[in-house]
């Protein structure tokens, strides 16, 4: 993809983000905003929610005012492996752009990806959760001064979990709490893991009781996509090893990719989302500064391609 590629969109500007040129950097000018106001007036969130039609009338009208292609681009970002992930922005200081919008803003994204999985932690195709200064939840996804590292989505369910969107809605008295992302084919680590027959064994992975998932899954942590190319599946907190050799493969795991130089940590700014293959980018969160009136509203969706095989 050139930049010249890149910028034929019009009433976008696009670049690749400033510490990788494997994330294009998208941003939303406001004209494109201007234009979505009336057809994302048509449905509520309660239609949206009840309707699973109505969403993709929503991704049309997006796609539509780019003469079909964002669609198309966004899906090529996602499914290239020397890119697979992109930000888009939109500009925070309009205040035509609420919670709402972007709730329906990031649903038109997803539609034009695929369809979302069944989110069992909100019983909806996306979950919107808050964190903050206190938690008394069972994972880490709350736990605002650990580290979350780095992971993919969907380990422990039954469904096929080629992306995720990640948006955020608000924010007040946050320092710290980065993103960061590392894509398999920067790990310095990659070939070793790969190659150890322990990661190719089927692990089982569980989920505790606020994820709303009443069973277990087996898998493997790699695998390969079509072309032999690695795929990781894995997050620290929900395998369960069988014996020691799978005990140990998942810490030396787990050591590799957090001591990893080559993970990317940015700041979202309220108003964008991050966007993600999730066979081949890996996410997670540093912690935040303390602060008790800390607040982070995020909403998430993670689905299928259209073409998911
Ligand atoms: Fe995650």
């Given at each position: 993809m050139t930049v010249e590629m890149l910028n034929a969109l019009e009433g976008f500007e696009i670049s690749f983000h400033s510490k990788s040129k494997r994330i294009v950097d998208i941003k939303i000018k406001d004209e494109i905003i201007d234009k979505l106001i009336f057809p994302f007036h048509k449905f509520d969130i309660a239609a949206l929610e009840y309707k699973p039609f109505t969403r993709f009338t929503l991704a049309k009208s997006l796609d539509d005012l780019t003469k079909n292609k964002f669609g198309n681009y966004i899906n090529s970002i996602l499914k290239n492996r020397n890119t697979g992930c992109f930000i888009l922005r939109t500009n925070?200081?309009?205040?035509?752009?609420?919670d709402e919008f972007l709730v329906k803003l990031s649903t038109a994204i997803s539609h034009l990806i695929g369809t979302p999985n069944h989110d069992s932690m909100s019983g909806k195709y996306y979950a919107r959760f808050f964190v903050k200064h206190e938690d008394s939840s069972?994972?880490?996804?709350?736990?605002?001064?650990m580290n979350m590292d780095l992971h993919t989505d969907g380990t422990y369910v039954n469904e096929k979990t080629d992306w995720l969107i990640m948006s955020k809605l608000e924010e007040k008295n946050v320092k710290g709490g980065e993103t960061t992302v590392l894509h398999l084919d920067d790990w310095e680590h990659l070939e070793e893991l790969f190659k150890d027959p322990t990661g190719r064994q089927n692990f089982t992975w569980g989920s505790p009781?606020?994820?709303?998932?009443?069973y277990k899954v087996e898998h493997p942590v790699f695998n390969e996509d079509l072309n032999g190319k690695p795929q990781i599946s894995y997050i620290d907190q929900f395998p369960e090893p069988k014996n020691m050799d799978q005990g140990n493969f998942l810490q030396k795991l787990s050591d590799a990719l957090e001591e990893s130089k080559n993970k990317i940590i940015t700041e979202l700014p309220v108003g964008s989302a991050i966007i993600a293959n999730n066979h081949f980018w890996l996410h997670g969160r540093r912690p935040f500064k303390e602060n008790k009136n800390l607040s982070r509203e995020l909403l998430r969706i993670r689905g299928k391609f259209t073409d998911s095989v």
């Open positions: 925070n200081k309009n205040n035509k752009i609420n069972d994972s880490y996804l709350r736990k605002a001064y009781k606020s994820k709303n998932v009443d």
